[in-house]
């Protein structure tokens, strides 16, 4: 099963009751909230007060979307916490997190193995609050190839060490279902982040429908996870309204709800 819900940096500049508002109006049932935009780091206060206003509203936390990346601090145990700590006073199931920001062809041995090391580090701190910590599956970080990808959570050889996936458009069309076929298969696959994009410019999602038909073949219905939408074509809250209602029939036509 997949439960339609959003990204809220899809509405950047919006405020989280704007963006409430625009959940609510899809008909979506759950949110990733973004620091930076919407919660600040280091607001436990905040992540709890906006947790209750989602659920409030029958939505459900389906993320906390970190702006953590590896291989940038000294000090991860002091870096990571307010981050951590915002995910856990929203009883976030996980926290977002970035593989650096260098691409994987140009990390050395021991660029890896620091990350790795770092890895291992936020993971287990994320474990000790009950929080999963996922990569972003993203262009220019450790996790820009499917083995770039699969060789870093074996390096890591963290159990609290997952992936969000995305159609990432650097990779071609059967790399990206190789790619979810790696992770299901490591039973590393946590939330999906859902959108369409062509020749690099954001599309409207019925447009990509059969790509994302393919997607879903790729993973098993019965397992629970999240699909959130983002990156609307023009930022347009009336397209991400009909994409929103686009995702959630090809859910259900494909029986993934």
Not at 6 to 34: C, N, Y
Not at 68 to 93: K, V
Not at 133 to 156: G, I, P, Q, Y
Not at 179 to 200: A, I, P, S
């Amino acid at each position: 099963m997949i439960i339609p819900g959003m990204v809220s940096a899809t509405f950047k500049t919006r405020t989280p009751e704007d963006v409430l508002s625009v959940l609510q109006k899809a008909g979506l049932a759950a949110i990733e909230w973004s620091e930076n935009w919407h919660i600040p780091p280091g607001d436990p206060g905040a992540a709890a007060c906006l947790r209750e206003k989602t659920l409030a509203q029958g939505a459900e936390i389906a993320a906390y979307g970190s702006y953590y990346r590896l291989g940038q601090s000294t000090n991860p145990e002091r870096d990571f916490w307010p981050s951590l700590q915002n995910a856990a006073a929203m009883h976030a199931p996980l926290i977002r997190i970035w593989g650096g920001a260098t691409p994987s062809a140009e990390l050395s041995a021991d660029d890896r193995a620091a990350l790795a090391r770092e890895a291992g580090t936020v993971s287990a701190m994320a474990a000790d609050l009950g929080v999963k910590v996922a990569l972003e599956w993203h262009k220019n970080t450790v996790t820009d190839t499917n083995v770039s990808a699969a060789r870093f959570l074996e390096e890591a050889n963290a159990e609290n060490l997952y992936c969000l996936w995305q159609p990432t458009v650097a990779l071609s069309l059967d790399e990206r279902c190789a790619g979810l076929d790696m992770l299901t298969q490591r039973g590393r696959l946590l939330n999906l982040h859902v959108y369409y994009w062509k020749e690099g410019k954001r599309r409207p999602f019925a447009e990509g429908c059969a790509q994302w038909e393919r997607y879903l073949q790729h993973m098993d219905p019965a397992q629970t996870r999240y699909g959130l939408l983002e990156f609307v074509m023009e930022d347009s809250e009336e397209q991400f309204l009909a994409d929103a209602q686009q995702w959630k029939q090809l859910l259900n036509n494909t029986h993934h709800r």
